[in-house]
């Protein structure tokens, strides 16, 4: 279970560094946050961050995201897992990335509008 666990993360954690210059964000160590370690854990959100970042990555309009912190790094994770499943709407995520990055109201709407 923990070489699984070991592997999983280490799976995460290079789909969240490539996505570092882009979302900046999403990659950390946290084993004590369940909501961060289920993200991790989650194959079809993975998936579909995979296909999100290769689509960031070919839009030179999209702009860093100042997620700086662990604890940025790791509250973004667990509001995009939470938007992903469905368990908050398009429009609180909207409103919540909107009052933490103003000024990326374009990188807003590229996250929402590829949110299944």
Known sequence: MVIRFSRVSAAVLTTFALAMPLLQ???????????????????PFNDWLDTLVSQIKADPKYKRLPLDTTAQQEEFTVWLHNAYHHRITKQEFASWMDGQYPGHQYEVAFIIARLP
């Open 25 to 43: 964000g999403c990659a950390t160590s946290s084993q004590n946050d369940p909501r961060v370690v289920a993200a991790g854990m989650d194959k």
